[in-house]
């Protein structure tokens, strides 16, 4: 088996559809709309949090089987169905029309799976098992949380504001990488761990004045 490829997507404002109604349905639709996705869902039969969504607006609900015409205008799918003759159906469909799919614990019909993920604000750390284990990824995830504090979102959110600031200025490529690789290696990120934002906030403007940016 191939290895797969990591990515990062941007399914804002991007059509998505999710077939299924059960409580797996559920956690698909409600992560799709943290990322303000367009989430579509067919499913005869819906738990009442995907009919309160449907009703506030928050997604668009078709009450029915599946059928190809629901693929129309689709960028990605996930199958959330606990029939594996469905879920094969439905990804030969989307792979004849060229659209990324998931079904849920059915490996061959996915062209992708869903990482656990932690995140901190712009800083996420996805892991995978390539759907061999997604409970030890899970678990995995859970290790990592206690040694990635919210500090390293404050971080990862400085430094990029530093880095479109330096993007204006007159240093060279070699010099900007130089300024970041020196801000990076400071203990900025300590004085944020310890909760002092204004002290990390000084030391980073003392350092690109020096770089006279």
Known sequence: MSQFYPVYLNLNQKNC???????????KIETLMEYE?????????????????ASQGKI???????CEEDLEGIFIVFIATDHYSINQKIAAMCRE???LVNAVDDPPNCDFYVPAVLRRKSLSIA?????????????LKQKLSQHVPEAYGDFVDMM?????????????????????SQLIDSDILELLQQGDKQKAEERIRV?????QV
Do not use: D, Q, Y
């Open 17 to 27: 559809l999710v077939v299924g109604g059960g409580k797996v349905a559920e956690r």
């Open 37 to 53: 996705a367009n989430v579509k869902v067919v499913s005869p039969l819906v738990e009442n949090r995907i009919e309160e969504w």
């Open 60 to 66: 668009e609900l078709n009450h029915a089987v599946f």
């Open 97 to 99: 029309r060229r659209i």
């Open 127 to 139: 892991i995978s098992t390539e759907g061999k284990s997604p409970l030890f990824a899970s678990r």
């Open 160 to 180: 990029g504001s530093v880095r479109e600031l330096i993007k204006n200025s007159t240093l060279t490529m070699e010099e900007r990488k130089h300024l970041l």
């Open 207 to 211: 350092c690109i004045s020096s770089w």
